[in-house]
């Protein structure tokens, strides 16, 4: 539960701890979020890339990561992977694939309802080169494509690494509408980012920051 409030939290970390060898890169006691969009910022190499895989179950680590207060990564990951989408900071695809490839692929993996896809691709100006090779994409197409394949399906958990790095304007104004219209069906949102979003009218929650291998509420920070 989380504290003050009735009901279970939207992510729970407990004792979650992840190294790459004897590097320690995340040791998280416990950390509670409830839905909202969070932002998670930290320097170069804190680990935010690292705890954002963790998070979407695509590292190995210890420890408990719980959505919903019953989606457990560890007891049933295909359940929990349904809801918990990661647009990655540096995308890499086969490069024969299409975005219509992928895009195609991911729909149907994650139960898109009818139309999703093409709106998406549409929304974020995919549309003119879907049938492209990503080998022959620009690193801001590969991007929107990224934050496509994130929104696809019905997911309760959205987290966006560095999704303003390399789209134009119009895209990420195209994003800001999709992370407000997705808010209003309460899915929640962790964001790094290095640029600041707040130009993007986003109502953020709560700022975190990752240092020391911890997640520290900004404006609690040692
Ligand atoms: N596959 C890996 N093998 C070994 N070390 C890794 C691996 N991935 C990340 N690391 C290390 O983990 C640490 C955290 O990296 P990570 O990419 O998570 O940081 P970040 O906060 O996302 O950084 P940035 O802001 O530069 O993107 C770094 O020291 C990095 O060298």
Redesign the pocket.
């Known amino acids: 539960m989380l504290p003050g409030l009735n009901m279970p939290a939207t992510l729970s970390l407990r004792n979650v701890q992840k190294s ?2 004897d ?1 320690k ?1 995340l040791h998280i006691p416990d950390w509670h979020i409830g839905d909202g969009i969070y932002w998670i910022q ?12 963790v998070i979407a179950g695509m ?1 190995p680590f210890h420890g408990e990561i719980v959505l919903d207060g019953y989606s457990d990564l560890r007891k049933a990951p295909v359940e929990y992977r349904l809801r918990v989408c990661l647009g990655e ?1 540096e995308p890499l695809y086969p490069a024969f694939l299409t975005p219509a490839d992928l895009v195609g692929f991911t729909a149907s993996a994650r139960k898109s309802p009818p139309g999703q896809a093409t709106a998406l691709m549409e929304k974020l100006g995919i549309t003119a080169y879907k049938n492209q090779p990503v080998g022959a994409c620009s690193s801001g197409m590969l991007k929107k494509l990224s934050i496509a394949l994130a929104f696809l399906g019905s997911p309760r958990l959205i987290i966006l ?2 999704p303003l790095i390399t789209i134009d304007r119009e895209a990420r104004d195209n994003l800001f509408d999709l992370i407000r219209d997705y808010r209003e069906q309460s899915v929640t949102f962790l964001i ?1 980012s ?1 640029q600041l979003f707040e130009t993007g009218n986003i109502a953020l929650t709560e700022r975190y920051r ?1 240092q020391n291998t911890n997640l520290v509420r900004v404006g609690n920070e040692k």
């Open positions: 790459f060898g590097h890169v930290g320097e170069n190499g804190a680990g935010k890339s690292t705890l954002f895989r590292l900071a690494d560095e790094s290095h990752l």
